[in-house]
């Protein structure tokens, strides 16, 4: 074993940065025979030093400068949160010549390019496998052992939170609100929850997972997105009856056009998925990342998507190999952005949808409401209509549930704005996509 030991600092002692100290701490022995010399701790970064907090109070600075600029810290591990102050703290170990690892999704979704600029110049390393997924092994085995195959499409429930809410609504038929109120109690949601119910969260994963499976820089603005907070209780009981439940998903797909030219589409929003799709059984606050590559075909990576321990597992998998490559000599594989593919607009994806409308009960409506369909050429799969009765029990409409073939998101738009204006139609309950059926 090398005699010269690692030197780490942390910064942010949370959910994640506790765990990881624990780790490095508890684990001494075991990882320094892994990586072929010890890691020292060098420093842990926080807003407030104080003693109580679990680490030795002479390890804690709030000068996050200093810290990473000591000569005796080889890996910086970036464990605070948001973008700022993050970067400037990544960006200036980079260029003292640290590796950095860190799980920083919103950061890496937004300043990859920058990011990896400069840890290229200084020749070290930038590993992020925790910042999607958590725990999950996603980022390496697309980075590495995918390396050599074409990745076709990346469909993932990559935040917990929202497949929480959307498990506890399909189990037990509650609403949003209260779905939504129950994963704040048992700490699933936090007090904002916007980041994660209206998909930013996993827009900033898909971001990062597009980047990475077509060798093109997605940013977080490339990808369209939709959040879920529209999600009815109504729309899961058509959902079950179409034999489908209701994830948020974030999608990447390489997409080939009749000449040969590929683009890639990166979205985000809540979509019914057939029951017997491997996501579909994806429940509580747990992820799932399904994979489909020319050669490998399909493969699923399932497992904790958060949480201090889970993320902290990520953390120190990025940590060991980076403290190799120290020790043995070498780096970890570059950004690959060689492909640059041209990112495709939304209006030019094709999906099936599900569209649930309030229609005035009259002879007639039913063909009408199906012309403006046939007129844009988005074809009808199946339509389910029932009748609706005021609180006296009278007859006051039928709901329309009709779910379409393949087609453009731009036809569909199209379709449901002649429907919103159509004179029978009352009211548009719901527009979702339907993926995962190759219809
Ligand atoms: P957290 O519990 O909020 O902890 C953040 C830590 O960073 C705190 O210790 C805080 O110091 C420190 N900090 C924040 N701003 C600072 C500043 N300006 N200067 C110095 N220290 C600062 O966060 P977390 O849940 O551990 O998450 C950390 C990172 O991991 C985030 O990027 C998050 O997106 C990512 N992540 C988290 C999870 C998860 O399950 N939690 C999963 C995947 C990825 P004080 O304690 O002194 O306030």
Redesign the pocket.
């Known amino acids: 074993m090398s005699e010269k030991p690692i030197g780490v600092a942390v910064?942010?002692?949370?959910?994640?940065?506790t765990e990881v100290v624990r780790i490095i701490e508890n684990s001494a022995d075991d990882l320094a025979a892994r990586i072929g010399a010890p890691l020292e701790l060098r420093g842990v970064?926080?807003?407030?030093v104080a003693k109580g907090r679990g680490v030795s109070v002479d390890l804690l600075t709030?000068d996050?400068e200093a810290l990473v600029s000591r000569d005796d810290v080889d890996i910086v591990i970036e464990?605070?949160?948001p973008v700022e102050?993050?970067r400037k703290a990544i960006m200036a170990a980079l260029e003292k010549g640290k590796s950095v690892v860190t799980?920083?999704?919103?950061l890496m979704a937004q300043s990859t390019g920058e990011l990896a600029q400069a840890a290229e110049k200084a020749r070290v390393d930038l590993y992020f496998e925790?910042?999607v997924a958590?725990a999950i092994p996603v980022i390496r085995p697309l980075t590495q052992s995918l390396a050599g195959d074409v990745v076709l499409r990346v469909a993932g429930i990559v935040n917990g939170t929202t497949n929480y809410i959307l498990s506890a609504m399909s189990e037990t038929g509650a609403d949003y609100a209260d779905a939504l109120a129950e994963a704040g109690v048992l700490g699933y949601a936090e007090a904002d929850p916007t980041a994660d119910v209206e998909g930013y969260d996993a827009a900033a994963k898909a971001a990062i997972l597009a980047s990475i499976a077509f060798h093109t820089r997605v940013t977080a603005d490339d990808v369209y997105r939709e959040g879920m907070t529209k999600v009815s209780a109504a729309d899961f009981e058509s959902a079950k009856a179409l034999g489908c439940t209701i994830k948020l998903l974030a999608i990447c797909e390489r997409l080939t056009t009749g000449k040969g030219k590929q683009r890639v589409s990166a979205r985000v929003y809540p979509a019914l998925v057939p029951l017997d799709h491997p996501l579909a059984s994806v429940n509580g606050a747990f992820n799932a990342v399904f994979v489909e590559a020319e050669a490998a075909g399909e493969l699923m990576f399932y497992g904790r998507g958060?949480?201090?321990a889970p993320?902290a597992s990520a953390v120190m998998g990025d940590v060991v190999m980076a403290a190799r490559n120290r020790v043995q000599g070498g780096r970890g594989p570059r950004e690959s952005k060689y492909a640059k593919l041209p990112i495709a607009s939304i209006g030019a994806i094709e999906t099936r949808y599900y569209v649930s409308m309030n229609v005035a009960d009259k002879p007639g409506v039913l063909s009408s409401v199906a012309a403006e369909f046939g007129k844009r050429e988005v074809s009808i799969a199946e339509v389910r209509q029932e009748g609706m009765e005021d609180e006296s029990g009278q007859r006051s409409g039928a709901r329309i549930v009709v779910v379409t073939h393949r087609a453009t998101d731009e036809a569909l738009s199209e379709t449901v704005a002649a429907l919103a204006d159509h004179e029978a139609v009352q009211s548009i309950n719901s527009v979702l996509r339907m993926e995962g059926t190759s219809k």
């Open positions: 910064l942010g002692l949370g959910n994640v940065g970064g926080v807003r407030k709030d996050i464990l605070m949160g102050p993050a799980a920083n999704k919103a925790a910042a958590g958060a949480g201090g993320t």
